[in-house]
């Protein structure tokens, strides 16, 4: 294969016939497979190096070529966003393996989608720092999280699938499931959308639960409490939606601040338990939705833009 059009395909610029060129050539065999990942990783290298400019994918407006991309080698899809990626050795403590591990930091307002070398497809929420093995192991398919992760697992029987938080382990075979699991907050959620998951306690291994579609289970006063899924578009954030429920106004203000990369100060104490259900395009900026929350919150905002600071008032 054009190592050429390989790479013009890795920048986004192919054309839909070129992109079934290499769809065709990569599916033929798994040595071709394995020669697209390995030039992808060149690529990426290269970019960090800065050897070779990163660019964004061009936004898909046509549904044939967003179907394409679905389909296979999400791993070259990079939505509005350019990332850090770097490699690291890592030992998994369960089975004492060293995997060579990618890791993948997704800026604040922005969101990736890529696949995984088993096919698993995985969107990055903005503010998410994600590791995966280059190949997985016989044993285990092991990746650590810090953030908002959807997974839509490729299953397999024999080789489980886990997802290592500070706060829970996720262990499935194979399904679809929405993990946020940030670091620096007090909350942790995992939600099953298909399939079953069981999730347990870092802290506590022995304190375990097994979903069933349409649950959710959360970390409260270090127990895992488990609840029906009451509301779906709060996962849809992965079209580049904010969607929330029954959330307060200071809860909705830290999420704004992960979105649109800046620090919100809540200066009026009284207006931060308002609660308040919704749902906004993120590309419609943060003063249009500060803008529609003052019809329900009356509130005045001010912005400090040489330091990157909105007052909220």
């Not at 503010?127 to 697992?153: C, I, K, M, N, W």
């Not at 005045?300 to 007052?311: A, K, L, P, T």
């Amino acid at each position: 294969m054009n190592k050429n059009l390989l790479y013009r395909f890795f920048e986004g610029h192919a054309s839909i016939e070129e992109m079934k060129q290499i769809k065709e050539w990569a599916e033929s065999s798994e040595e071709n497979l394995r020669v697209l990942y390995q030039e992808r990783k060149l690529f990426d290298a290269g970019q960090i190096l800065g050897s070779m400019p990163m660019q964004a994918a061009p936004r898909k407006s046509k549904a044939r070529q967003v179907g394409l991309w679905r389909e296979w080698l999400k791993i070259a899809a990079v939505v509005a966003v350019t990332f850090s990626l770097t490699t690291t050795w890592f030992i998994f403590t369960n089975h004492r393996t060293a995997l060579a591990m990618q890791t993948i930091t997704v800026p604040s307002g922005q969101r990736v989608n890529i696949l995984l070398p088993d096919s698993t497809d995985v969107w990055l929420n903005a503010g998410t720092t994600f590791s995966y093995p280059t190949t997985f192991g016989t044993r285990q398919r092991e990746v650590e999280l810090d953030g908002e992760a959807y997974f839509d697992v490729t299953h397999n029987e024999e080789i489980p699938f886990v997802v290592h938080t500070s706060q829970m382990d996720i262990e499935v075979l194979g399904t679809e499931f929405n993990v946020e699991a940030y670091s620096d907050t007090e909350h942790f959620e995992t939600s099953l959308i298909q399939g079953c998951v069981k999730v347990s306690s870092t802290s506590d291994p022995e304190q375990h639960v097994t979903l069933a579609p349409s649950q959710k289970t959360t970390m409260l006063d270090g127990q895992l409490v488990v609840e029906n899924i009451d509301d779906y578009n709060v996962y849809r954030w992965r079209e580049g939606l904010y969607c929330f429920r029954y959330k307060s106004f200071a809860d909705i203000l830290k999420d704004l601040e992960k979105y649109f990369d800046i620090e919100i100060r809540l200066e009026n104490p009284r207006i931060a338990g308002i609660v308040l259900t919704g749902k906004f395009r993120i590309p419609e900026g943060l003063d249009f939705i500060l803008k529609v929350l003052q019809l329900d919150v009356e509130f005045s905002y001010s912005r400090d833009i040489e330091h990157n600071i909105v007052y909220i008032q």
